[in-house]
């Protein structure tokens, strides 16, 4: 126990003036003395006393009405003891009206709740904005290092069966052909030996073919509708600007949570948010529009795309739920077909493509691998 402390520091305010007297403080049961060397003690008696308990450091206040009209003179104290000390010395009466420094919920919640609101505006914009903004600017090199780590990342297959890797690389490079102007990317394919009917394109080039793909495609033209999708992605630069987006979103989340660890965490789990990429609506439809284009301009057989299109809309109605929470790899045993889950769909897009198909129906198109016995392919899952 301390013995109850009587003498404090603080500063008084005389009303008049801005200027700030440094004085000392003395608490006796009649009064508070404010002491300044070199003037006469100023002597406050309680029953003249008010708190302004409100604020932080609370102060009290000395209302003086006289010749020259009302003023307030005030005294601020930062001692935390000094609230308690005037409570235990100053009569029942003065101590009575403290209200203590006292919070104002109300006013919090308010401002908390338009705090929120804006945070929440802010990283549901700015992100999408910024990453829009640095898309165009930033390096191809920068685009494949972040695509080649969150290549490592995913369990693809080391040792792919060489006759569907030749496949659907060919497919690639055709489509690529089809490419109007240079295109700085390295467009390479990977196997994902998973049962999952997806794909994703991965900035800088990486485009992963899931083997639940593989499985659902029936000719080499129906894979090749969704190889050019994916090639749009990597040439609009959809994965780069999704995945800034993501990034961007969760490093702002964690910067209003105060958490740098949980920064460079988002960073890392990054991979968690594959599924989406940050790829939106638009991008998907102008990834369709431009993919069919490529699929028309290297003259495959557009019906193809169709088809795939189809077969995804219809196996999307049953399952919409993503397999959440779970690692890509541990989905072996399990068939999800979330392609159109992860690539928001509808009826639309399919719409879209065929109306963007319908001057070319009466084109003769070149076969897609004339030799190739699609079942061989489909087989090797
Ligand atoms: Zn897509």
């Known amino acids: 126990m301390t013995a109850r402390k009587l003498q404090f520091s603080g500063i008084f305010f005389d009303g008049r003036s801005s200027q700030k007297h440094h004085v000392d403080v003395e608490l006796t049961p009649q009064e508070i003395i404010l002491k300044e060397p070199g003037n006469e003690p100023i002597r406050w008696a ?94 191809v090199e920068w685009e494949v290092t972040v695509g080649q780590s969150i290549l490592k990342m995913l369990p693809v297959a080391q040792k792919p069966d060489p006759e569907v890797r030749k496949v659907l690389q060919d497919t690639v490079d055709l489509l690529e052909q089809s490419v109007k102007g240079d295109q700085p990317y390295d467009l390479k394919v990977y196997i994902l030996p998973v049962k999952q009917v997806n794909a994703l394109a991965l900035p800088g080039g990486p485009i992963v073919i899931f083997e639940g793909l593989l499985s659902k495609a029936e000719s080499p033209e129906e894979l090749a509708g969704v190889i050019a999708h994916e090639i749009q992605h990597i040439l609009l630069r959809h994965s780069t600007r999704g995945i800034l987006r993501n990034m961007a979103e969760s490093m702002l989340v964690s910067i209003f949570l105060g958490d740098v660890n949980s920064v460079m965490e988002g960073v890392i789990n990054l991979a968690g948010e594959l599924e989406t990429l940050g790829l939106s609506r638009e991008m998907e439809t102008e990834a369709d529009q431009k993919g069919m284009e490529l699929i028309l301009a290297a003259n495959i057989d557009p019906h193809g795309m169709i088809r795939i299109f189809e077969k995804l809309i219809q196996e999307e109605s049953p399952q919409k739920e993503l397999p959440e929470e779970k690692p890509i790899s541990e989905d072996n045993d399990m068939e999800f077909s979330f392609y159109f889950s992860t690539h928001p769909s509808g009826r639309n897009r399919l719409a879209q493509l065929e109306k963007q198909m319908e001057s070319h129906e009466n084109r003769i198109w070149t076969p897609l691998f004339p030799d190739l016995d699609w079942n061989d392919i489909k087989s090797v899952n």
């Not at 005030?74 to 919070?103: N, W």
């Open 46 to 139: 309680y029953p003249h006393l008010r708190w302004a308990a409100e604020t932080s450091p609370f102060h009290i206040e000395h209302p003086i009405a006289d010749k020259n009209g009302e003023h307030l003179e005030t005294l601020v104290v930062e001692d935390r003891d000094f609230y308690a000390s005037v409570l235990k010395i100053a009569p029942e009466s003065f101590s009575a009206t403290a209200k203590g420094p006292s919070f104002n919920w109300k006013l919090y919640s308010a401002g908390m709740l338009v705090l929120v609101f804006f945070a929440y505006v802010f990283i549901k914009t700015v992100p999408s904005f910024l990453a829009d903004q640095m898309v165009d600017k930033i390096p």
